[in-house]
């Protein structure tokens, strides 16, 4: 069963800081990628980054590259988003997903699984 749980959202100051981490509900997330997206008001939902079944794998969004970083913890079954120098661009309900492969892609339909979101909003 996949059940994918996000924390961390919130509000913070333009070039601040968040954590964002998904679970699955304390279940591990298989061998399998994970990804994280966003979603703006009135905006269509967007990739941010992805990490593969062994974490050694990572792929980012132009956007967020060299400000966000994305790792996992199987032993723990956390998959986490750092966002780092945050604008107000990047305010947004972020969801995180889960695949049935191994390796993780950008694109949306290659997700099977998605949590509800958590809000993060920065401002000026």
């Known amino acids: 069963q996949v059940r994918l749980v996000e924390s961390g959202g919130g509000k913070v100051q333009a070039g601040g800081s968040l954590e964002l981490s998904c679970s699955n509900s304390g279940r591990n997330f298989g061998p399998y990628a994970v990804g994280w997206f966003r979603q703006a008001p009135g905006k269509d939902r967007e990739f941010v980054a992805c990490?593969?079944?062994?974490?050694?794998?990572?792929h980012f969004a132009d956007s967020v590259k060299d400000r966000f970083t994305i790792s996992r913890d199987n032993a723990h079954n956390v998959v986490t988003l750092q966002m780092n120098n945050l604008g107000p661009e990047d305010t947004a309900v972020y969801f995180c997903?889960?695949?049935?492969?191994?390796?993780?892609?950008?694109?949306?339909?290659?997700?099977?699984?998605w949590g509800q979101g958590t809000q993060v909003t920065v401002s000026r």
């Open positions: 997903a889960r695949s049935n492969e191994r390796w993780g892609r950008p694109q949306i339909d290659f997700y099977d699984y």
């Open positions: 990490i593969g079944w062994s974490g050694s794998t990572t």
